[in-house]
């Protein structure tokens, strides 16, 4: 047999992964919108952007204001990504309660996307986790490539796990693996999950999915099985790191939304509204974007 | 833990399901250039056709004289779908060694499709299969609709395994679920299989996937887990029943190629090869398959 969770917690990652993929820039205005549509829709964690130097992702120069200007609601977390010691007191100063703070398992990746070795990344995390938990704000901590590398292909799961076992000695709130490249299979996502889980029982471990090569919900399946019950997606399917080559793609939100509900699994999100959201962002964008459900005609005819 | 057999067995259906559902009329010559194309990457089993009524699926038309000039090769059997008394007799003048019957088991889809209730259906394919057997060819029977009806919705379980249970005392060689509404769901393929498994446990089963809904590789990884070990695919994913609507989309060859390999699943075929059909295929038709290892740039780096 298999093991489904009863519930699932999604954590819409559009305005952050998604949108730092695009060349348009969305204004503060923009966001805000989507914010209130993705709430709207039963979402009740969103990552917000990114508190990276505006020269390389100018997509995220807005995350601050962004967060001044966030609607008050005591029943969604609003997170966002700090990779550096500048970017994290950015982050503390906007009052921030939860952050993503994560360094990457391939050497090359960390390189191009932190310029430093893993080793050095660890060093820095550790402060930087130090300083964010100072100041309490919960922390998920992220292994980006856990299930392998655009540049270098194969990651060891040592290398994985090793990151996984500092977290755990800092007591993280959540460890999450991210699957940043898209090159995850299931039968991999199944024996990592189990074995990061099996070391860090009393965190819980969260995915992040991307669906590059047609694999993120086979992925998603495999997690679930593996005792995972929080994954990241994006509206439509909108994503990928502008540094790494054919990343695109997030798990889209409504087509998660809707194979969970098709399992009985509860988000607590409509995915036809959802639905709704993508196909607006689809005309800002002036695309069609890779989500199936908000394409399909007879999708009025289901609720979640 | 989880199932996973060590070989995968894939049907190639884009000759059948794929191209039926496409405006464009291909020549014998031209189907006749993607057989060789198909057996060059090293697919052992192809749907070349189907033997239906040519005013209803001209596509399908030109099925018997394909059948004269396919290449001789005793590694490859070559398989067509037939659907009444007409069409098998057409069938069996080919000389075709390998038949693929079926019925649905949504009485909308029957009545719509063959023109009859799924009781009359069960009586006329009692009557196919018997003559088909007479003459020494190797049958598939398909249960079409098994996880759900594009008209109806759900189809209860009862209804498909009593399809199987007749299919089990006929002898015939696999039976298929044919997802062909892509309306599955991973835990429902767990389920359903495992259920019909158990019944028809000396007979292979197999499965016929859509990627409608972005379910396609999860539904194939859930089958796999239940004891498949033979799945259906399309190149770049082509496909669709012209009669049901949003039924496009087989499960990529490629990807689904792809997917096993990383899974250290074989399938003796080159889904680099099948990439190179696939980009044949879109210049043919003037469009963008559905499939992802095709359109990505860095897939020349991986062999299966």
Known sequence: MFHLPKKVALED???RDGLQNEDRIFSVHEKLALVRDLIASGVKRIQIGSFVHPAWVPQMSNTDKLFQRLPKNPNVT????????????????TGVKHLYLGISASETHSRKNNNCTVSEAKKRIVKLIKRTKENNVKIRAGIMMAFGCAYEGKIKEEKVLDIAILYHSLEVDEIDLADT???????QV???????????G???????????????????FAGLH???STFDASIGGLGGCPFIPNAAGNIA?????????????ET???????????KQLETLLGKTLPGRMCHLSENKSRTT
């Open 13 to 15: 990652v559009t305005l």
């Open 78 to 93: 609003y997170t966002a990504l700090a990779l550096n010691e500048t970017g994290l007191e950015r982050a503390l100063r």
């Open 181 to 187: 490249a898209g090159l995850a299979n299931p039968k």
């Open 190 to 200: 199944f024996e990592l999950v189990t074995k990061i889980k099996a070391y860090t």
């Open 202 to 220: 009393d965190i819980p471990v969260s995915l992040h999915l991307h669906d590059t090569r047609g694999m993120g919900l086979a992925n998603l």
């Open 226 to 228: 593996a005792g995972i």
């Open 253 to 265: 939100t409504e087509d998660t939304v809707f194979m969970l509900s098709e399992m009985g699994i």
């Open 268 to 278: 607590g999100i409509d995915y036809l509204k959802i639905c709704s959201a993508t």
